[in-house]
Structure formats: structure tokens, C-alpha cells
């Protein structure tokens, strides 16, 4: 009857022991799991703040895609008004220059023309060319430089393409030239006209924003 109870008291104590070993086990098992399970959150989280840092980049460059192409339209826009408004100025002075060309007037602008350009050429002894349609004023234009300008000698000469009007002053050896043409004043006129259009949608446009 002792032994029995021996026994008894041994397997009671086997049986504790191992009970008192697998809830150890269960303990560091689920310490492990939940661990586990926080390092995954932890990564989780990382992963999720990382790609929500990516989406709000990507959502960043979108925006800037976005307003640089706007302001390149803008940028069109007006460089599109500007070329309009700068073609229809080219096309209303060129008329008004060829109709300039029928008017007594037209003769004094020549003489002031090519007053102008000899100043900036040396010599005394120069080369006048005109237009085709303008060669019938080459006398009246002799004798007036030869009024107007007594110590310069000046021949005159058809130009041999096709001019708007006005004159292309030449010294006599053709090694330096002026050129004071309907052309060469429309282009002058044409930079001047483009800054200032280009200033005043400027202005406005600032003032809109």
C-alpha cells in the first residue's frame, strides 16, 4: 500500500512536472508568436508609411507636371498672341510703307536715309542703291544730294534683287554697306513692338495672378 501510494505521488509529480513544462513551452512559444507578430507590424507599418511617402512624392511630381505644363500653355498663349499681333504690326506698316512710296514725302525720307547712312561709312564717294520701281527718282536725287551734299560724290544703281523700298548705301570699293530699307525698318521696328507687347502681357498676366 506504500508503494502504491509512492507511486501514486511520483506519477503526480511526473504529471505536474510535465503540465508545469508545456505551459513554459506554450509561455515562450506564444512570446515568440507575439514577438513575431510585433515585428511584423512594426514592418507593416514601415511598409505602409513608405508607400505612402511614394504616392505623396509621386502626387508631388504630378502636380508639378501639371503646372509647368499649364504655364508652357500659358507660355504658348501669349507667344502666340504676340506673333499674331506682331504679324498683323509687320503687315499694316508694310502697307503703309508701299503707300508712303507715292508721296512727295517719299524723296525725303531717301536724302534723310542716306544722310544717315554715310556717317557711318568712311569715305566720300558712294554707291546708291534703290528699287526698280524707285529708279525713275534718280535724278531728282542726284541733284539734290549734289545740293544738300556738295563734298560727296554718289552714283546710283538699281539693286539687282528685289527691295520694299528705301536704300542700300555702299562705299565705293562695296567693302562696307548700310542698309536703310522698308525691310530693315519693319524688322527694327518689329523687336521694338515685340518687347513691348511682350512687357504689356507681361503686366497683365501678373496682375491676373
Known amino acids: 500500500m506504500d508503494i502504491e501510494?509512492?507511486?501514486?505521488?511520483?506519477?503526480?509529480?511526473?504529471?505536474?512536472?510535465?503540465?508545469?513544462?508545456?505551459e513554459r513551452l506554450l509561455l515562450q512559444e506564444k512570446e515568440k508568436w507575439d514577438q513575431e507578430y510585433k515585428d511584423f507590424q512594426d514592418r507593416l507599418k514601415l511598409k505602409e508609411e513608405e508607400i505612402e511617402?511614394?504616392?505623396?512624392?509621386?502626387?508631388?511630381?504630378?502636380?508639378?507636371?501639371?503646372?509647368?505644363?499649364?504655364?508652357?500653355?500659358?507660355?504658348?498663349?501669349?507667344?502666340?498672341?504676340?506673333?499674331?499681333?506682331?504679324?498683323r504690326f509687320e503687315k499694316e506698316l508694310g502697307k503703309q510703307l508701299q503707300s508712303f512710296r507715292s508721296k512727295k514725302e517719299y524723296i525725303e525720307f531717301l536724302i534723310n536715309s542716306i544722310k544717315e547712312s554715310i556717317k557711318l561709312l568712311e569715305g566720300s564717294s558712294f554707291i546708291i542703291n534703290i528699287s526698280k520701281e524707285d529708279i525713275n527718282l534718280?535724278?531728282?536725287?542726284?541733284?539734290?544730294?549734289?545740293?544738300?551734299?556738295?563734298?560727296?560724290?554718289?552714283?546710283?544703281?538699281?539693286?539687282?534683287?528685289?527691295?520694299?523700298?528705301?536704300?542700300?548705301?555702299?562705299?565705293?570699293?562695296?567693302?562696307?554697306?548700310?542698309?536703310?530699307?522698308?525691310?530693315?525698318?519693319?524688322?527694327?521696328?518689329?523687336?521694338?513692338?515685340?518687347?513691348?507687347?511682350?512687357?504689356?502681357?507681361?503686366?497683365q498676366s501678373k496682375a491676373r495672378s
Open 138 to 203: 534718280s535724278e531728282n536725287l542726284i541733284k539734290r544730294l549734289a545740293v544738300e551734299l556738295p563734298d560727296y560724290h554718289f552714283t546710283i544703281k538699281e539693286n539687282q534683287t528685289a527691295m520694299s523700298g528705301g536704300v542700300i548705301v555702299k562705299t565705293s570699293n562695296g567693302n562696307e554697306i548700310v542698309e536703310y530699307t522698308f525691310n530693315s525698318l519693319i524688322k527694327n521696328y518689329q523687336e521694338k513692338i515685340a518687347l513691348e507687347i511682350q512687357e504689356n502681357v507681361f503686366l
Open 5 to 22: 501510494k509512492k507511486v501514486m505521488a511520483i506519477r503526480g509529480e511526473i504529471i505536474d512536472e510535465v503540465e508545469e513544462k508545456k
Open 53 to 87: 511617402l511614394y504616392y505623396k512624392q509621386e502626387a508631388q511630381k504630378k502636380r508639378e507636371q501639371i503646372i509647368s505644363r499649364a504655364i508652357l500653355d500659358r507660355k504658348k498663349v501669349y507667344r502666340n498672341n504676340i506673333d499674331q499681333c506682331i504679324a
